[in-house]
């Protein structure tokens, strides 16, 4: 197995928890809170698509598709374009409001399509080029990959849980 191809398959894992978190879930189960506080479903996907979209979208040298396909426009949330989600307080996980969970699985699939064929290109070599001089050590592009699987990951699996409770509770 290829170095890309790894990689492509742990996003394509995201994927696959992303739909089985939302699909069949009414907009009301979408932004029911486990506790108050507490992050919803649509905030957790919302934020996991954005944070995949802002860094991958930095890591291949394009426009985020949140603004190039207008998903913002779609969304209508009341934060800047540039807003994925870090430092969100629970007034703004409230706001995270969608109409249903296509749009949701939508945006999560174009970007998740965008980062797969970028990833596809992407050999070993490349993996070491460094993307972040901010930090000691300077960061990777293999890192910064990792790093937002790890993200994307736990952002899902807390989603699926949170369904988990509100499927309970209906």
């Keep these: 197995m290829k170095l890309a191809e790894v990689v492509a398959d742990g996003f394509g894992r995201v994927q696959e928890v992303v739909h089985a978190a939302v699909e069949g879930l009414s907009a009301d189960q979408l932004i029911a809170s486990p506790a108050p506080g507490a992050n919803t479903i649509a905030w957790?996907?919302?934020?996991?698509?954005?944070?995949?979209?802002?860094h991958v979208a930095d890591l291949m040298g394009t426009e985020q598709l949140w603004t190039a396909?207008?998903?913002?426009?779609?969304?209508?949330?009341?934060?800047?374009?540039?807003d994925i989600g870090y430092g969100h307080r629970p007034e703004d996980?409230?706001?995270?409001?969608v109409g249903s969970a296509d749009l949701l699985t939508g945006y999560y699939d174009a970007v998740h399509e965008a980062t797969a064929a970028w990833v596809?290109?992407?050999g070993e070599a490349d993996l070491d080029r460094i993307v972040d001089e901010a930090w000691d050590p300077p960061v990777t592009l293999g890192v910064r990959l990792v790093s937002v699987l790890s993200d994307d990951l736990q952002h899902a699996g807390q989603a699926a849980?949170?369904?988990g409770l509100v499927l309970r509770d209906t």
């Design 120 to 122: 596809a290109g992407l």
């Design 161 to 163: 849980y949170v369904r």
């Design 69 to 82: 396909q207008d998903w913002d426009g779609r969304f209508g949330l009341p934060f800047p374009a540039s």
């Design 44 to 54: 957790l996907v919302w934020h996991l698509a954005r944070v995949q979209d802002d």
């Design 93 to 97: 996980v409230d706001a995270v409001r």
